[in-house]
């Protein structure tokens, strides 16, 4: 049963730590989004690309989040330095173009649950 | 205006009621159209898409009406399972695959 897997699932660090999260999209599948969830905010789409290609971030703070695709059986959400705001579980989802030549369905990891004290 | 905006809730029914989730969106070039499932703790999952003539699935029927630019959920019959966060998920402009969630509707269902 194909998915998306997330690591780590839990992370509790320090302020001012670097924190990198690791999710292996579904085989197959040509797009990677990373998503955050906040109560307050809901679901946040920080970045997402396509092939390997990032085509979004600008919803990501630049100046401490960085999001990469090495090869496409990974995509890495790193943040450096770390602050008590970024407590939030972050979700990488994969999927592929819709029939309709728009949003296809998007498959979500299990989330990684981060802590920064 | 939010991109999507839906009402929090939360919905508190008895098992066997009929209960509607309402969603609008802002931007009038959106193609496409999903309501996802969330349950507590857990990832999101596509519940249904929704096309322009509406559509059903079992006890679930969505419906679109762009000229309102509004989406709606209805669940008949509603089963305990059903407790759960339904997020209204809409693309930003026709054919882009990037997907804006609401913050969710939280529908509790009692026995």
């Known amino acids: 049963d194909a998915r998306v897997t997330q690591t780590p699932r839990h992370k509790v660090t320090e302020m001012g730590q670097e924190v990198t999260m690791r999710c292996q999209p579904i085989?197959?599948?040509?797009?990677v989004f990373w998503y955050r969830q906040t109560m307050m905010q809901g679901l946040e789409l920080l970045a997402y690309f396509r092939n390997r290609a990032p085509l979004d971030d600008s919803g990501m703070p630049k100046d401490r989040f960085s999001a990469e695709m090495p090869d496409a059986t990974l995509a890495t959400l790193k943040i450096q330095p770390s602050e008590p705001r970024d407590s939030a579980v972050y979700f990488c989802?994969?999927?592929?173009?819709?029939?309709?030549?728009?949003?296809?369905?998007?498959?979500f990891g299990e989330g990684s649950r981060l802590t920064v004290l | 205006r939010k991109e999507v905006e839906q009402d929090p809730g939360p919905f508190n029914v008895p098992e066997g009621a009929t209960v509607a989730f309402n969603c609008t969106y802002s931007?009038?070039?959106?193609?496409?159209f999903f309501w996802y499932r969330q349950d507590c703790r857990k990832e999101p999952k596509l519940l249904m898409s929704v096309y322009s003539s509406g559509n059903e699935d079992g006890r679930f029927t969505a419906q679109l009406n762009r000229a309102s630019q509004y989406i709606s959920l209805l669940i008949r019959d509603s089963k305990l399972s059903d407790s759960a966060t339904y997020l209204c998920v809409v693309n930003l402009q026709g054919g882009s695959e990037k997907l804006v969630f609401g913050k969710g509707t939280k529908l509790t269902v009692n026995p």
């Open positions: 989802a994969s999927g592929s173009r819709g029939t309709t030549n728009g949003a296809g369905e998007l498959f």
């Open positions: 931007n009038s070039a959106s193609q496409s």
């Open positions: 085989l197959g599948h040509n797009t």
